[in-house]
């Protein structure tokens, strides 16, 4: 059996490869140093612990394969989802969510190394990474998203939502103004709760994102003594993968994609990246697939809002699947 697999890219630097074993977090382990991973619910949380002495050789690992396949919904369903959504938003004081969906694709595992140094060179400013093991099986992504990056007392995260089509020359709509603000808004409030100071706002601005392009405000702070991860459970999951307020957006989520069609988002949207007592780098995991015997299932998702139009919705799902599905096509 194939130890686990760690690859990762932060973004214009090398590519680090290790061999090792993801472990589950226990309270003794919340301040440990090295590589973390989490779902989007936040009840799965992983440390990579390093085996130095192995190794990985791409020709010669054998990547793990979950034999259960994700669920793939219709056009129609997910329009039925949204559909739905937008009745319970004012009934549940919901202002946004996000809706997910599972595009599959048909892929051969064996040039899963191809893919990862592929979205590499394509995509030099974005986080990619490589993930294999028996708990979660083979996930790739390219993340745009930073939720947290800290040296010392100083800190960043991002609020990137909203949307279209690469170099478009329209301006941005008031529903993905207002999503874009949704999450800018969240953020700087989970902030001030935690105590962190000096909160800086510039933005919101078009930031390119593979084939599509989002509006994005960039906001740092002092820590004033949190811990980095402290912060980034505190910030996730934000508004960009869940919606307003947190927690009645996590529970129609939970009733609508769990519950209701059997979708589990699995490793999509939650976070993962480097921690230490001093410094942090971590990404929402977006832009992903998970790897199965001779699949690709690329996690895709909308944001919804009052304004919402659910054809509209499923556009964007499709758009944002390309980052992915355009290099399936080099392949």
Not at 63 to 76: F, R, Y
Not at 165 to 172: F, G, Q, V, Y
Not at 253 to 269: A, P, T, V, W
Not at 318 to 331: G, Q, V
Request: proline share 4%.
């Amino acid at each position: 059996m194939s130890k686990d697999l760690l690859a990762y890219r932060i973004p214009n630097k090398p590519s680090v490869e290790q061999l090792g074993s993801f472990k589950t977090m226990n309270n003794s382990k919340k301040k440990s140093i090295g590589f973390i991973l989490t779902n989007f619910y936040g009840n799965n949380q992983f440390i990579f612990e390093s085996n130095n002495q192995d190794i990985f050789e791409p020709s010669e690992y054998a990547i793990h394969l979950n034999k259960n396949q994700p669920t793939s919904i219709s056009k129609e369903r997910y329009i039925e989802q949204g559909k739905l959504a937008l009745e319970m938003m004012p009934k549940l004081g919901i202002e946004k969510v996000v809706f997910s969906r599972i595009k599959t694709f048909s892929f051969n595992t064996n040039h899963y190394w191809k893919l990862y140094t592929i979205l590499c060179e394509t995509y030099p400013t974005a986080f990619v990474y490589l993930i294999s093991s028996p708990i979660f099986g083979t996930w790739i992504g390219a993340s745009p998203e930073t939720l947290l990056e800290s040296h010392g007392e100083k800190a960043s995260t991002m609020s990137l939502a909203g949307t279209r089509e690469l170099c478009e020359e329209n301006k941005w709509n008031t529903k993905e103004q207002q999503e874009q603000q949704f999450v800018t808004d969240y953020i700087t409030e989970e902030l001030k709760n935690k105590g962190a100071k000096n909160i800086c706002v510039k933005g919101p601005y078009t930031a390119p994102a593979g084939n599509v392009e989002h509006l994005r405000s960039d906001i740092s702070f002092t820590l004033n003594q949190n811990h980095p991860l402290t912060i980034a459970n505190s910030l996730h999951p934000t508004p960009a993968v869940n919606g307003v307020p947190k927690k009645q957006s996590k529970k129609l989520i939970r009733k609508i994609e769990l519950e209701d069609s059997n979708q589990d988002r699995g490793l999509y949207s939650g976070f993962m990246g480097l921690i230490s007592e001093s410094s942090s780098q971590l990404y929402v995991n977006l832009r992903c697939c998970q790897l199965t015997s001779d699949r690709a299932h690329v996690y895709v998702g909308g944001g919804y809002t009052l304004q919402s139009d659910v054809e509209n919705e499923w556009e964007e799902t499709e758009r944002k699947s390309e980052t992915l599905s355009r290099i399936f096509d080099l392949l």
